[in-house]
């Protein structure tokens, strides 16, 4: 069915934390300046093995993450790839301006990854559960933004990001997902991954959303609607010749998103389509709200975000249709 | 070290400045006078660099971090050879390489852009455990303005320095007691910088930062202090320039070129008094 889908939709093996503690020290096994940078959370986001095996190229710098990012900086001015890993909303939010300034605008080579995507931070509630930080990182200039959907991904990402300059935001959940991919899948940044072909409507997600998206395939092939699933991994650049493409074939669109629907996936699939080829559109994705303790599935009912809602949402776009 | 030629030298750079700035039409004169005395020590032998070869890679390194103030820097740049003094006319002109606030993408011989205050000292200490791991003798010197010291970063920046050990930083504060609004301590007062800089465990210099011998001296010891180091410099906001030694706003003033060349005039008048 596809090049990139594994056969059974099940629980991954590993935490998506030991992916990317496994890929980080594989990329640093083969390149000497990359450098491990934390702000005291290296027990939550699964980096102690990092720090085992390269215990001279781990900085834990203290709970400041402005400093943190501004360090980063300054090691990427001497030639190190520093990857600064903490939780999503202070990575972003509270390091704003120096990853603006101390990064961005000085055209370094850092990576941010961001832990705990959205609904993912459950228990810790409201002040750690980023539904912003792609907005975020979408508004600094050459800032490229990746949410992978599975372990696979993942892996892929971060060794592509350790291999090519520029500063990227990445952000992920560190449990254990379902794994969309084959071990063997090839992805590229900035290139959406079509998962499946079909004509009525095009689901676009990202992240754990890559999953809601197939099981609201199936609902809608019951009411004989016919659903293309692309994984845009890739916020930005965004790939939209990709979105562009599933316009013009399926004639409506849906996007979804663990985020706020101001800033992330859905707005910028809408104004490449609005700039490009306007169809009827729906976002799925929290609407305008805080976070707040609970478990996953429980936030993911309460915001909207399980394949009943985006196949609620594609059904209303595929009625749009014939109205424009 | 010839303490008459620091002096010239900071004059030099003073009147680089002046002239720049007139050619923009303004500019943060207050913080660019009482930083000179420093960059003419900088760069007349404190630090190890070639302006024939800005990228060297074992070279000191300087941030400064009190951004405004990137006019001074252009100037001691332009006099130690980095580039043209003609180009400092281009200041903030259209399309120009030397804009208010450091750019290190643009402005040959700075190497790291600054401009939002408490931002520098930090990305100093990552370019200074950068030259650590890289084995380089580098030096990193930072300055911030004590009105900067009001960000919170820097405090975040100062432990780190410590815990770390980063004796190849040193932090240089331009003292003038002064911030865009008035006087330091009337809007939010550092109390006693030294005091909190020990306690942060820097170790800590005091100097004139009007004597540019005074400060290369001063300099050399924190090069050679074995711990991350800080020197205070008592400066003056507008020192050296006549028309900005003022009590009121000199932070930021429009300046036109007669202003200009009489405040070189003065600039030549004590240079020859000394």
């Given at each position: 069915m596809s090049d990139y889908l594994a056969e059974r939709f099940l629980l991954d093996t590993i935490e998506m934390r030991a992916a990317y503690c496994d890929a980080l020290i594989a990329a640093a096994e083969e390149n000497p300046d990359i450098i491990d940078v934390e702000s005291d959370v290296q027990y939550s986001m699964g980096t102690r093995k990092f720090k085992e095996r390269f215990p001279d190229r781990t900085i834990n710098c203290g709970i400041m993450?402005?400093?943190?990012?501004?360090?980063?900086?300054?090691?990427?001015?001497?030639?190190?790839?520093?990857?600064?890993?903490?939780f999503g909303t202070f990575a972003t939010r509270r390091a704003f301006d120096q990853v603006f300034l101390s990064l961005a605008y000085q055209n370094m080579n850092v990576k941010i990854v961001g832990g705990d995507a959205g609904v993912t931070a459950t228990a810790n509630g409201g002040?750690?559960?980023?539904?912003?930080?792609?907005?975020?990182?979408?508004?600094?200039?050459?800032?490229?933004?990746?949410?992978?959907?599975?372990?696979?991904?993942?892996?892929?990402?971060?060794?592509?990001?350790?291999?090519?300059?520029?500063?990227?935001?990445?952000?992920?959940c560190r449990r254990k997902t379902i794994k969309i991919y084959r071990e063997d899948a090839k992805f590229q940044i900035g290139k959406a991954n079509v998962l499946t072909?079909?004509?009525?409507?095009?689901?676009?997600?990202?992240?754990?959303?890559?999953?809601?998206?197939?099981?609201?395939?199936?609902?809608?092939?019951?009411?004989?609607?016919?659903?293309?699933?692309?994984?845009?991994h890739t916020i930005k650049p965004l790939d939209k010749g990709c979105v562009i493409k599933a316009a013009e074939e399926c004639g409506a669109v849906v996007t979804a998103e663990n985020h706020n629907i101001i800033g992330g996936l859905g707005e910028t699939v809408c104004a490449a389509l609005s700039e490009n080829h306007p169809v009827p559109s729906e976002r799925v994705g929290v609407e305008d709200k805080f976070g707040q303790v609970g478990t996953q599935e429980y936030l993911m009912e309460i915001y909207g975000l399980t394949a009943k809602d985006i196949a609620r949402k594609a059904l209303l776009a595929v009625s749009r249709k014939n109205k424009v | 070290m010839n303490g008459y030629s620091l002096k010239k030298d900071a004059a030099e750079i003073r009147k680089l400045t002046i002239r720049a700035m007139a050619s923009a039409g303004y500019g943060h004169i207050g913080g660019s006078m009482s930083v000179c005395d420093a960059l003419a020590a900088l760069y007349g032998?404190?630090?190890?660099?070639?302006?024939?070869?800005?990228?060297?890679?074992?070279?000191?390194?300087?941030?400064?971090?009190k951004g405004h103030c990137g006019p001074a820097l252009y100037a001691a740049l332009a006099y130690k050879g980095y580039f043209p003094a003609e180009e400092l006319a281009t200041l903030n002109?259209?399309?120009?390489?030397?804009?208010?606030?450091?750019?290190?993408?643009?402005?040959?011989?700075?190497?790291?852009?600054?401009?939002?205050?408490?931002?520098?000292?930090?990305?100093?200490?990552?370019?200074?455990y950068g030259c650590r791991m890289r084995g380089y003798a580098s030096k990193v010197f930072c300055i911030v303005g004590d009105g900067e010291l009001q960000e919170g970063q820097n405090w975040e920046a100062i432990q780190f320095i410590a815990h770390h050990r980063l004796d190849n930083l040193i932090l240089i504060v331009d003292n003038n007691k002064r911030q865009l609004d008035g006087y330091t301590e009337e809007i939010c007062a550092q109390q006693n910088l030294a005091d909190k800089f020990m306690s942060f465990g820097l170790k800590v210099?005091?100097?004139?930062?009007?004597?540019?011998?005074?400060?290369?001296?001063?300099?050399?010891?924190a090069k050679e202090a074995g711990a991350p180091s800080a020197v205070i410099l008592d400066t003056e906001k507008g020192k050296g320039c006549v028309f900005a030694e003022i009590p009121g706003f000199n932070h930021y003033m429009v300046i036109d070129k007669t202003m200009a060349e009489a405040a070189c005039r003065e600039i030549d008048r004590r240079l020859s008094d000394e």
């Amino acid at each position: 069915m596809s090049d990139y889908l594994a056969e059974r939709f099940l629980l991954d093996t590993i935490e998506m934390r030991a992916a990317y503690c496994d890929a980080l020290i594989a990329a640093a096994e083969e390149n000497p300046d990359i450098i491990d940078v934390e702000s005291d959370v290296q027990y939550s986001m699964g980096t102690r093995k990092f720090k085992e095996r390269f215990p001279d190229r781990t900085i834990n710098c203290g709970i400041m993450e402005a400093h943190a990012v501004g360090f980063c900086g300054g090691l990427s001015s001497m030639g190190y790839i520093p990857f600064y890993h903490a939780f999503g909303t202070f990575a972003t939010r509270r390091a704003f301006d120096q990853v603006f300034l101390s990064l961005a605008y000085q055209n370094m080579n850092v990576k941010i990854v961001g832990g705990d995507a959205g609904v993912t931070a459950t228990a810790n509630g409201g002040t750690h559960m980023p539904f912003e930080d792609m907005g975020l990182m979408r508004l600094v200039p050459g800032m490229t933004v990746i949410e992978p959907a599975d372990s696979v991904m993942y892996k892929t990402a971060i060794r592509d990001m350790a291999n090519t300059y520029g500063n990227y935001y990445i952000r992920s959940c560190r449990r254990k997902t379902i794994k969309i991919y084959r071990e063997d899948a090839k992805f590229q940044i900035g290139k959406a991954n079509v998962l499946t072909q079909g004509t009525d409507v095009a689901i676009i997600a990202c992240g754990i959303m890559v999953y809601q998206a197939l099981l609201a395939r199936e609902i809608l092939a019951e009411k004989g609607v016919s659903a293309r699933v692309i994984d845009m991994h890739t916020i930005k650049p965004l790939d939209k010749g990709c979105v562009i493409k599933a316009a013009e074939e399926c004639g409506a669109v849906v996007t979804a998103e663990n985020h706020n629907i101001i800033g992330g996936l859905g707005e910028t699939v809408c104004a490449a389509l609005s700039e490009n080829h306007p169809v009827p559109s729906e976002r799925v994705g929290v609407e305008d709200k805080f976070g707040q303790v609970g478990t996953q599935e429980y936030l993911m009912e309460i915001y909207g975000l399980t394949a009943k809602d985006i196949a609620r949402k594609a059904l209303l776009a595929v009625s749009r249709k014939n109205k424009v | 070290m010839n303490g008459y030629s620091l002096k010239k030298d900071a004059a030099e750079i003073r009147k680089l400045t002046i002239r720049a700035m007139a050619s923009a039409g303004y500019g943060h004169i207050g913080g660019s006078m009482s930083v000179c005395d420093a960059l003419a020590a900088l760069y007349g032998g404190v630090m190890h660099v070639d302006p024939s070869d800005p990228d060297m890679p074992d070279r000191d390194r300087l941030v400064l971090s009190k951004g405004h103030c990137g006019p001074a820097l252009y100037a001691a740049l332009a006099y130690k050879g980095y580039f043209p003094a003609e180009e400092l006319a281009t200041l903030n002109a259209n399309g120009t390489l030397l804009p208010s606030h450091c750019d290190r993408l643009k402005t040959r011989g700075v190497d790291i852009s600054t401009g939002s205050l408490g931002q520098g000292l930090s990305l100093a200490s990552g370019v200074a455990y950068g030259c650590r791991m890289r084995g380089y003798a580098s030096k990193v010197f930072c300055i911030v303005g004590d009105g900067e010291l009001q960000e919170g970063q820097n405090w975040e920046a100062i432990q780190f320095i410590a815990h770390h050990r980063l004796d190849n930083l040193i932090l240089i504060v331009d003292n003038n007691k002064r911030q865009l609004d008035g006087y330091t301590e009337e809007i939010c007062a550092q109390q006693n910088l030294a005091d909190k800089f020990m306690s942060f465990g820097l170790k800590v210099f005091l100097c004139c930062g009007h004597d540019p011998e005074a400060i290369f001296r001063t300099l050399e010891q924190a090069k050679e202090a074995g711990a991350p180091s800080a020197v205070i410099l008592d400066t003056e906001k507008g020192k050296g320039c006549v028309f900005a030694e003022i009590p009121g706003f000199n932070h930021y003033m429009v300046i036109d070129k007669t202003m200009a060349e009489a405040a070189c005039r003065e600039i030549d008048r004590r240079l020859s008094d000394e």
